[in-house]
């Protein structure tokens, strides 16, 4: 993870988006709102490569 921060701060990405690179940090409240729902939708079980994309809520 230290890898990806130091990229990140040159302007470097990392093509596992949902692993190493932060992702939903970067995302407005309303894009993540977005995704979140759209998750729930089509994987509302939470199946599909859990965690990989959006990290699991604590509720």
């Known amino acids: 993870m230290d890898t990806a ?5 040159h302007g ?14 970067k ?4 894009a993540l709102a977005v995704l979140r729902g759209l998750k729930a939708q089509f994987d509302p ?3 599909m490569n859990p965690g990989a994309l959006l ?4 509720d």
């Open 5 to 9: 921060r130091i990229l990140s701060r």
């Open 12 to 25: 470097a990405i990392n093509f596992q988006i949902g692993r190493a690179y932060p992702f939903t940090e």
């Open 27 to 30: 995302l407005s409240a309303q």
């Open 45 to 47: 079980r939470g199946l």
């Open 55 to 58: 990290p699991r809520q604590v």
